[in-house]
């Protein structure tokens, strides 16, 4: 752990929920979070995450796969609409590529497993409190290609009229796509775009994030998101 408080604007003071049933684990999380200024609450099984939801409002929930009563997964899914407004880090001991990829399509918005370094969960914390305090506070915006519309106001994506829901990184992430149609975009600019916080060069978060995106978007009218060899990803009307 840091030894000084971090001030981080947009994170200062923010509400978090760790869900954690391991008592170390949610203590040792808690006290580094609320050194680095933010303001916890624990829950140990998934029903009392979902009331803590509820009752203490959090802007962002730490969340364990393995729980007495339920998977961590159900837990996002039974949040439903709440959470496209409550960013989700689960923080898991299960690294499986298929309990990853499982966690980042049924809501997660990171994906870190145990163990895990403190450090480095603030630091994607605060990526993801940014990010959501930035769509906050953005004018409202209405972009289209093709038969894609996206409403920032109203954090809503269609599709031929048919609506899609996204977690949060999946809706800034098309957001930037979309603001640059037709263009190559490179992967390095998009994770720094859409992930203002430091992946170590990571740039395959964005391929999985854009696979996700592909399955969502993808219809018999045709994919939209198309790959550039050695550059990355350009969003173009399908034809």
Not at 2 to 8: E, L, N
Not at 209 to 215: G, H, M, N, P, V
Request: charged letters at 25%.
């Amino acid at each position: 752990m840091s030894t000084t408080p971090d001030d981080a604007g947009a994170a200062a003071g923010a509400r978090i929920l760790v869900v954690d049933d391991e008592p170390n684990i949610a203590d040792v999380v808690s006290m580094a979070l609320r050194f680095h200024g933010f303001e916890v609450e624990t829950a140990g099984t998934g029903e009392e995450a979902l009331a803590a939801v509820e009752r203490f409002r959090p802007q962002l929930m730490v969340l364990d796969v393995m729980l007495p009563d339920m998977e961590g997964f159900e837990v996002a899914q039974r949040l439903g609409a709440e959470r496209s407004r409550v960013p989700i880090m689960f923080l898991t001991a299960r690294d499986a590529a298929e309990d990853k990829l499982r966690g980042l399509t049924t809501g997660g918005d990171d994906y870190m497993t145990k163990p895990f370094s403190l450090e480095e969960l603030v630091a994607r914390m605060r990526g993801l409190l940014r990010r959501a305090k930035l769509a906050e506070s953005e004018p409202a915006e209405l972009l289209s290609v093709g038969d894609l519309t996206l409403d920032n106001f109203s954090r809503t994506v269609t599709r031929g009229g048919v609506e899609i829901g996204l977690t949060t990184t999946e809706f800034e992430l098309l957001r930037y796509l979309m603001r640059h149609p037709g263009r190559a975009i490179p992967r390095d600019e998009i994770l720094d775009q859409v992930w203002n916080y430091g992946f170590g060069g990571r740039s395959s978060i964005v391929d999985l994030y854009i696979s996700y995106l592909r399955k969502k978007l993808d219809n018999d009218q045709g994919s939209m998101i198309h790959t550039v060899r050695g550059i990355g990803y350009s969003l173009r009307a399908a034809t």
